[in-house]
């Protein structure tokens, strides 16, 4: 199946750093999607891009498919940015439903 | 809008007991996902529902899994019996429309197993 890998796996900032967090995947993908663990558990969907470039307030997400790669860019860092963020991409066979996710970027934001 | 809703938020059974974590997802989402989360990973697909119908159920463990969505609204996900090894978080995950769309998930259900 797809292989994604994602880096760095930690990263500890000060709050106000900007970070830019990194998702590999193995396989063209047609479905590529961003989400935030908290650390009480919830998984919240950040972006869905499977190309091109999204922006959502401080955060912005850009997917070079072409290059298999996806970047997610985290600016002026806040405190409730700690937790876990994840990419997720289809499963080989072209399902797009069936997502593969990650093993994540754990993420502190030390105020 | 209410977002997906799980319960228990907690569990915490002896191996060999039977468990059933219960999900009501967002109000009009037909495709309804159950997920494993173990520690230190990302959550993993164990079924896939478009209304009341499971479409895919391969990562499904059949022998001790069970699960249904009658009515094609709330499911329900049942493990009988428990072992060590699944002691995890159970995630639920709703989509409104394009199964490949944005999914939308539950607080989870995590699960201990003595």
């Known amino acids: 199946g797809i292989q994604v890998e994602q880096s760095p796996p930690d990263l500890i900032l000060q709050e106000g750093a900007n970070s830019t967090l990194r998702c590999n995947f193995s396989d063209s993908v047609n479905n590529l999607q961003w989400f935030h663990q908290n650390p009480w558990g919830q998984l919240i969907n950040l972006f869905y891009?499977?190309?091109g470039t999204k922006q959502n307030g401080r955060l912005s997400a850009t997917t070079v498919a072409t290059e298999r790669y996806s970047l997610l860019y985290i600016s002026s860092s806040q405190t409730t940015d700690s937790g876990v963020y994840f990419c997720?991409?289809?499963?080989?066979?072209?399902?797009?439903?069936?997502?593969?996710f990650g093993k994540g970027t754990l993420l502190t934001v030390n105020p | 809008e209410a977002g997906v809703v799980q319960s228990p938020r907690y569990k915490i059974i002896e191996k060999k007991q039977p468990v059933a974590f219960w999900c009501n997802p967002i109000?009009?989402?037909?495709?309804l996902y159950w997920y494993r989360q173990n520690l230190g990973q990302g959550p993993e697909l164990l079924i896939r529902y478009e209304n009341e119908e499971a479409v895919d159920d391969s990562q499904l463990p059949k022998d001790r899994f069970s699960a249904e969505r009658l009515k094609g609204v709330d499911s329900t996900l049942k493990i009988q019996p428990a072992e060590l090894g699944d002691s995890a978080v159970y995630l639920c995950a709703t989509v409104a429309g394009d199964p490949a769309d944005t999914q939308y998930f539950g607080p989870g259900t995590r699960l201990t197993v003595l």
């Open positions: 891009i499977p190309s």
């Open positions: 997720a991409v289809p499963s080989s066979g072209g399902s797009n439903y069936k997502l593969t």
């Open positions: 109000s009009g989402h037909n495709t």
